[in-house]
């Protein structure tokens, strides 16, 4: 059996996604707004492997479906092209048309097969693109080694930063980069579309392997987010591995398999807190962990729902150490719980033991709570299940941003 | 078949739960507060048939333990004690053991059987009830035939206003009478519990159906209500009917069963407007109707994701005719949606038509959304099911009572 430990993977500060062997990228203004960066590409040398998850909203936006049309031919990617301001997203037929338009004009322009183009929009849903501007951006963009931060600054709509982080690791001794950046789920604009990842790597790796991969670490990374419950329409985490390091092609059964994977939990686990953290009007990042449940997924399932809460934000945001808020949203989770054997610790500090409150220095609460990252531990004393979700506090901006946008 | 119509069924104005025959209650300060009034006591002439819903929180506070092992026994209840200021929730062992001598008290003074008393508490929550002060009220309180209004401010924690309802019917020529109170969802202080609801009744009615018409009733109002989206760990609805009006006992083969289910699904629903309209810091009611849906289910799930979204809900408040928060809250409601086939109406104004925005007056939408009631409607054209759900708007008001008790 192989081990694998924490040791053999390491962060690249200011990695991004070109620190991947053979990826170029820009971003730039293409007058969808005013001044801003709004239309990036990311390439890749050669054709990659693909992996994706896309949004579960029923109401499905049209760069969406184009782009699971282009991986389902080959299950290759050479090029992402992605616009902000304008969602395409409640468009109908001339949407689809549109996405479609926007993929093969790329195609046309750098020779790669229409299959090999994926696209992606982000911003306000229910307005057709304006062709005459994506037609401006296909024709001039020109995607260079070190286009990451214009690339990453490109596809942002009410984010407050850039979001990219990086991994390195060793697979058959030879060194595997995998980087990534995203969008977040701030939606000031009425109707604003949500988040977007994008994540490449030089790994050799068939797309079927790269898909199990990415689908566990999005179960425990991207799905374990909440800002306020709410789902896009064009929500989407696009992987690229092109196979530039020549190594034994990545699968469960390779030994470096576990190191793989635990590398590309990270980059998107990074990518989540990166978002939660700049959730609408927030001033923290609330990570809230379960350990003691019966499964794994009992403990998914209220590390989200305590994170989710209403209640629990808004005490977050008032640096209140309210545990009641805590046994409330735990109480109508969906999950096995005996609340007379849970505990709850609120950054480190036993608030709640064996279902009835602890006494407990408020003083050190409140200091606590004044951080930007709040950690809730939470240990049912059930079974091994684990599990973490990602959120932020809600704040007197979140109301402000979302209520006052058109009146 | 019997043909029953709204007709049959009528309100009573200022009608209160002494309006059926035989109903006695009162309301005292029995000193767990400062001022406020905070004990009631809601008995019948008779022992009376019970039925009862309970929080589905996994932390089910000490009182409606007690209550569950009373209506157990014989399924009968003659009295309902209640308290406020303090739930008696995730307060052990020594918290059931004060909720049965509370429970012990109203029995002994009153002569009736234990298992004919039912205990409510709501309030604090990990704090034991103050039993010297639970001891003066139940020695000291005085149930008449006018004391309604008095029980019905009892029962308040952070509740605006009192809520009542009354509506009459007539089963076999006779005059019947079903009245309700209930107290909200208002959450202002730390670990407040939420919602509890009494309803009386002169009706004939075994406790078996009289449960059975109550789940019915609760499915499509309390259960469909949402103010932040939390469950309460003391949330209760109990209803008494004490058969002093004599006719042929009521049961689904009865001729007059759709009349009286139909009277008592109006005192549940107006019970649930009230505790919906008078959510912490809300400004609005929030109606959603959801027809055209595959199932009675489907509309039922969609409905109250729609008015439970913070964005919606934050858009409301703004006055904002957000058509794309309310197509982001149906897209991943887990119900059967085809987007091309949706529509939306907001107080009327169609503003989204199979899956695309419609153009419409914002000037119109804004005095629309003015109102203290606002509407929203959506049609799914899927088959024939409908289902209704309210909340509130989310305001500064709901930050600022949630995120500043403490600090």
Redesign the interface.
Known sequence: MVETTKTQVEIVEGGTVLSPIGFQAAGIHGRLRKTRKDFGLLVSDKPASVAAVY?????QAPPLKVTQASIAKQQKLQAIVVNSAVANA???EQGLSNAYKMREMISSRFGFPEEYVAVASTGV??VQLPMDKISYGCKTIEPTSFGASDFQQAILTTDTCEKATCYRLTVDGKVVTIGGTAKGSG?IH???ATMLSFITTDATIESEYLQAALSVCVDKSFNQITV??????NDMVLTMANGSVDHNPLSPEHPDWNVFTEALQLVCEDLSKKIAKDGEGATKLIEVNVRGANSVSDAQIIAKKVVG???VK??V?????????I???????DAT????DCDIYIEGQLV?S????CSFS?EQA?KDLSKEEVTIDIHLHEGDGIGTAWGCD???D???I??????
């Open positions: 949004t579960q909203s029923h109401f409640c468009t109908g849903i229910g939606m009425p109707n604003m306020d419950g709410e789902t896009s329409t809460s209403s209640l808004t005490a945001y008032g640096k209140d150490a309210n545990w009641g808020r046994v409330g949203a735990i109480g109508h989770a719980v005996h609340p007379d709640f064996k279902g009835t409150p408020e409140i809600l704040t007197y979140y109301v402000k979302n209520a006052s946008y058109r009146t």
